[in-house]
């Protein structure tokens, strides 16, 4: 593992990833890339009608991501300088595999794979697993408006997804490390011994 290392922080909706990159960031005194989530024009609307939105949807978080990849890579991979990041670029095709169907999904694969193959990618991914019950309850809590009315089917689907997606990165070039954080019983936020294991172990897979 590289000295200086592109850490990401996956899982579902409403897993903890903002909340445990930026604890880490804090901790290991890495600066952090989060995702923009108030700015988007299209939530709410693609929460209101899946099929109507999706494509706008997708395509906004897409050319988000990749701006800000392409400024990481600039700021900070290409100077060899740490960082972590909220999310893995890969999350996009996991949404848009659920949201998008024929011809806007097949021009997507399309879009995704000119825009993201040749940037760069995390060489370790901290991936949040959480049951359904955990992150209903999480998302309550988080009470962000447009979110309140997602069908609880949606996000079982994408925690299928998810776990087939990081299996899928686990085999990809330039192979990175996979640390599971399980959601249900690890609590990072209130318990300061899990919150220090999890240091503990990102120290020992970025020697
Ligand atoms: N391990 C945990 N124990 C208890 N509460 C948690 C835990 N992780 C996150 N939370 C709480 O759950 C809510 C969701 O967390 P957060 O916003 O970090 O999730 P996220 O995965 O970044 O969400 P999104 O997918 O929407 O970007 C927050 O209110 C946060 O304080
Ligand atoms: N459809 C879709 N595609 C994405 O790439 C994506 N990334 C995040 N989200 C949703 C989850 C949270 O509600 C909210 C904040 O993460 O935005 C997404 N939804």
New binding site residues.
């Given amino acids: 593992m590289k000295q200086a290392p592109f850490i990401a922080v996956e899982?579902?909706?409403?897993?903890?990833?903002?909340?445990?990159a930026s604890m880490l960031s804090t901790e290991l005194h890495i600066p952090i890339i989060k995702?923009i989530?108030e700015e988007n024009p299209f939530l709410d609307k693609f929460y209101q009608n899946i099929d109507e939105w999706s494509f706008q949807l997708e395509m906004f978080f897409l050319c988000n991501r990749y701006k800000q990849l392409e400024d990481t890579g600039l700021q900070y991979i290409e100077k060899a300088q740490p960082v972590i990041s909220?999310y893995h670029i890969y999350k996009n095709l996991i949404f848009a595999e659920r949201t998008l169907k024929g011809v806007k999904l097949e021009k997507y694969r399309q879009i995704y794979h000119l825009l993201t193959d040749d940037m760069p990618k995390p060489d370790m991914i901290i991936y949040?697993k959480a049951d359904l019950d955990t992150l209903l309850g999480?998302?309550r809590?988080?009470a962000r408006s447009f979110?309140q009315e997602m069908d609880p089917a949606y996000l079982e689907q994408l925690i299928t997804d998810y776990d087939n997606g990081i299996q899928f990165l686990a085999k990809q070039a330039p192979f990175p490390k996979i640390l599971t954080v399980n959601?249900n019983e690890?609590?990072?936020?209130?318990n300061r011994a899990q919150f220090e294991q999890i240091v503990s172990d990102v120290k020992e897979l970025i020697q």
């Fill in positions: 899982g579902p909706i409403g897993a903890g990833k903002t909340t445990l995702e989530v909220d949040i999480r998302i809590k988080r979110e959601g690890i609590d990072f936020v209130e």
